[in-house]
């Protein structure tokens, strides 16, 4: 009864070749996210869809890009990764009203090589 | 702008101990307060929120949290912890009238002895 899937969990990429996570999600959820963990870090906002309503967090590099075709799908893209973008990547969703939690999936783990 | 300290980064207790994480948040008004539990290579699970009411909130896996508002403090407790419940902890605050952004602290990393 998983919620919110997340594939690959890992994920190997050449440095600077191009890389797609996808997530879906069955709980028809208007908001999706998709946050950046490094090791021993707290999770970090790249950006966020409200239904078709992109948002981008002002830090976010323009190296990373992200496409909702529908309300179940969303797709984290990093044009060039680098070693630095090694990370575990988590997309959530939630409902988008006020108060209500986000839903994780279990992560994609990136690494660069 | 709104912040979450996690003022331990490390915590060891001994299984059958008490169990105490701190959080302290800054923010303008009084946010939505969550507690996540991440594992090894997994996503975050939801433990407890808090949103209005009661100030004493009831978790998952015996966890409960108390706010604080006069300490802008949000502090997880178990009376008695568990060898599974060594995992990294969040807590995380959101702004009131959208969930679309939380803001997470840096996360206490609890080990348990035998």
């Known amino acids: 009864d998983a919620m919110v899937i997340q594939n690959p969990r890992y994920q190997v990429t050449q440095f600077g070749k191009p890389v797609t996570l996808s997530c879906s999600q069955t709980?028809?959820?208007?908001?999706m996210y998709w946050y950046q963990q490094k090791s021993s870090q707290a999770p970090k906002l790249l950006f966020h869809?409200?239904?078709?309503?992109?948002?981008n967090e002002a830090d976010t590099p323009d190296n990373f890009q992200s496409r909702r075709p529908n309300t179940s799908f969303c797709f984290l893209d990093i044009r060039s990764p680098g070693l630095g973008d090694a990370a575990m990547y988590l997309c959530a969703t939630s409902r988008g009203t006020g108060g209500s939690e986000a839903f994780f999936g279990q992560g994609t783990r990136l690494t660069v090589v | 702008a709104q912040s979450v300290t996690q003022p331990d980064i490390h915590i060891t207790v001994s299984e059958g101990a008490s169990l105490e994480l701190r959080c302290n948040y800054s923010?303008?008004?009084?946010?939505?307060l969550f507690w996540y539990v991440q594992s090894p290579g997994q996503g975050l699970q939801l433990l407890l929120k808090y949103f209005s009411g009661d100030t004493l909130v009831q978790g998952i896996k015996g966890f409960e949290a108390e706010f604080k508002r006069s300490q802008s403090s949000f502090n997880l407790r178990k009376p008695s912890v568990h060898w599974s419940d060594a995992a990294e902890y969040f807590c995380?605050?959101?702004?009131?009238?959208?969930?679309?952004?939380?803001?997470f602290g840096s996360g206490t990393q609890l080990t348990v002895l035998p």
């Open positions: 709980l028809n959820h208007n908001v």
């Open positions: 995380a605050v959101g702004p009131r009238g959208s969930a679309r952004q939380l803001t």
């Open positions: 869809y409200y239904d078709k309503d992109f948002n």
């Open positions: 923010y303008g008004a009084t946010p939505y």
